[in-house]
C-alpha cells in the first residue's frame, strides 16, 4: 500500500510573501521572481528569415542561495497566433556573496551551457517595480550530446524595470562568431 502523498513543505516562492523567505544572498536578483510573459524577434545569418516569438520566464526560490529558472517560447505569426513550440530551457542562477552569478542552463536540444556574470545597478528588498538592476552573463562553457546543434558561446543581458524585462541574447554557432540572435521585451504577469 502506498503513502499517501503530503503537500511539498518547501514550494518555490514566484512572487515575495509567498513561501520561505529568500535567502539574503538574493537581495540583488529579486526584481527577478514571479512570472513574466512577452514578445521577441530573433535573427542569424544561418536562417533563411527574421522570426517573432511569444516567451514565458519564470523565476522563483526555495529559501535557498539560488533562483529556479524555467523559459519556453512558441512561435508567432505575423497577426500574433501561436504557430508551434520554439525553445525551452531550464536551470539554476546562483547568486555569491559579491553579486557574482553562477548559472546553468539546459536545453532539450542537447545542450547545457555555464555562465557567469555579474548584477549592477539598484535593488530594493521588495522586488517591485521601483527597482532597476541589469545583469550580464556570458558562457564559460557549452555542453554538447552528440547529435546537438554546435553552440560554441552565448552572451546574455537581462534588464529589469518599472515590471518589466528585456533580454538580449548574442549566439556563437554553426561557424558563425559571437553576434546578436534574440531581443524579448516581458512584463511580470500577476500571481495566479
Known sequence: MFEPVQENPYPDSHVLGEGPEPHPLLRPVLPL?????????????????????????????????????????????DSGAPVRPAGREAGWWRVTPDASLEVVLAHPTGIVETYVGRVSGTSGTSGTSGTEIEMEIETKDVSLTPLAKEVTGTRRRYTVGAGEMTVLHDMAAVGQPL?????????????A
Open 33 to 77: 521572481l514571479g512570472r513574466w510573459h512577452g514578445r521577441g524577434q530573433g535573427e542569424y545569418p544561418t536562417l533563411e528569415k527574421d522570426f517573432r516569438y511569444e516567451q514565458e520566464i519564470t523565476f522563483s526560490h526555495d529559501g535557498r542561495p539560488f533562483l529556479r529558472y524555467e523559459a519556453r517560447a512558441w512561435l508567432i505569426d
Open 179 to 191: 553576434q546578436h540572435h534574440l531581443t524579448t521585451h516581458l512584463r511580470r504577469r500577476p500571481p
